[in-house]
């Protein structure tokens, strides 16, 4: 009885193994087909994938890398309007901290504008594009009203008592969060209405911007607006001939108008593209001989933080737009090209991240500000450098200026707020 008992267990006990077997064997496959599917439908690397130097493709090290450059660039540039700006305040009269007080509350302002636009609704930005672009307008218009200010013959500002700003900067950011808005909608009626139909109103909106600020003979803001336009059209699906055809009607109708109508602003451009005469040095080459002096000066590593010559009442605009050559001179070869990596990190970090968004709103967002800031920086280091002539841009988040500050701090805000649209980021951050 014993082992006829025996003998009954043991068949029952291999069918169990077996059956566990099939089932496990069964459930295996599906776990896995599961696994493909899911790879497949995200369509990005998994964390694992993020080894060495692929780093720098992993989204949360872009998000991470992103702040801390934006913090890195907003430090650095309060010490380096200090260090520009302190002679010229003594010889005014004033404290030597005055300038570099006066960045520190606006960028203090700005940090608080940009932490409450990291936390904003993305619906909202969609939303309020069209009416904050209407502002941009509005306030670009009063700089031809007796409330506008002239700036090195610039009618780009507006002043209240003793507060003063530029609106363009405002308008800036509008492009890039309206642009994305009608460009989309336009996209989606091109097949039935045509490119030109299609288009029109996002492409009155650009012209208009950019009206506005040529008119104020602001030519280097003028080229940040058409390089945001330029950049948000061409993801916008807008056809590439007919942006290369309107582009070139457009830049000989901006020489024929605004260049060889203005001996100035031509006596500028030919400046940088001929040799100076005695006379030049002394005038329209003046500011930008002393600025390759100072880079020459600097060397591999610098003559030492503070110890600049040149901005010893030498280079106009030492703590402003030329900025980047006291620090080519102070803190050297080394010390710029730390500069320029932290652009490079920036703008980086912010293609990596729209190039994995879904969200199309948020991609194209992001690299309009790219395009401002990047484009911005790169144009502000070849006027040093001689490449391009001087056009009284400044340097994002180092030179000093207030309204550029808090602007260059809020749209970092929003870029962080459209980078956290990916999930990963947002996870991630949510986790700390």
């Not at 030597?96 to 409450?116: D, H, K, S």
């Not at 909608?185 to 029109?200: F, I, N, T």
């Not at 340097?395 to 701090?409: D, E, H, N, R």
Request: proline share 4%.
């Amino acid at each position: 009885m014993f082992k006829k008992d025996k003998r009954k267990a043991t068949p029952r006990s291999a069918q169990s193994a077996a059956t566990r077997q099939g089932l496990s064997t069964a459930v295996s496959p599906r776990r896995s087909n599961n696994s493909s599917q899911q790879k497949r439908d995200t369509g990005r690397p998994s964390e694992t994938a993020y080894i060495g130097w692929r780093n720098i493709l992993n989204p949360v090290w872009c998000y991470n890398g992103f702040i801390t450059s934006v913090g890195a660039l907003t430090i650095f540039g309060l010490l380096m309007v200090f260090s520009s700006s302190s002679v010229d305040m003594v010889a005014d009269g004033e404290s030597p901290w005055a300038q570099v007080a006066n960045q520190a509350f606006y960028g203090g302002l700005g940090l608080l504008v940009a932490v409450v636009a990291m936390h904003l609704p993305l619906m909202l930005y969609k939303r309020a594009s069209f009416g904050f672009l209407l502002f941009g307008f509005l306030l670009q218009a009063l700089t031809f009203s007796p409330l506008g200010i002239s700036v090195n013959g610039n009618s780009g500002w507006i002043g209240f008592g003793s507060v003063s700003f530029q609106p363009a900067e405002i308008l800036k950011l509008a492009l890039c969060l309206w642009l994305p808005i009608a460009l989309g909608s336009a996209q989606k009626r091109v097949k039935s209405e045509g490119p030109l139909k299609a288009y029109w109103v996002p492409a009155v909106g650009f012209v208009l911007a950019f009206v506005l600020v040529m008119i104020g003979k602001d030519l280097g803001t003028a080229m940040i607006i058409v390089l945001i336009g330029v950049v948000a059209f061409l993801l916008g699906g807008f056809p590439i001939r007919w942006l290369l055809s309107i582009g070139l009607v457009g830049a000989v109708g901006i020489v024929a108008i605004f260049v060889l109508g203005n001996n100035n602003r031509m006596s500028r451009i030919l400046a940088a593209y001929k040799p100076c005469t005695a006379s030049d040095a002394q005038g329209v080459c003046y500011q930008s001989i002393h600025g390759l002096y100072a880079m020459a000066s600097g060397g591999l590593t610098g003559v030492g933080l503070g110890n600049s010559r040149e901005k010893w009442n030498y280079l106009p605009e030492a703590h402003n737009d030329f900025i980047f050559a006291v620090i080519g001179e102070e803190l050297g070869f080394v010390g710029a090209c730390m500069v320029i990596l932290a652009f490079v990190v920036m703008g980086w970090c912010l293609i990596r991240v729209a190039w994995l968004s879904r969200d199309g709103y948020a991609r194209m967002v992001m690299v309009g500000i790219a395009a401002w800031i990047v484009g911005q920086a790169l144009i502000n280091i070849c006027v040093v450098l001689g490449i391009l002539p001087v056009m009284g841009l400044p340097l994002p988040f180092v030179s000093a200026g207030g309204t550029a500050l808090i602007m260059c701090l809020i749209s970092a805000g929003v870029a962080a707020r459209m980078m956290r649209s990916l999930p990963e980021i947002r996870g991630a951050v949510s986790e700390a």
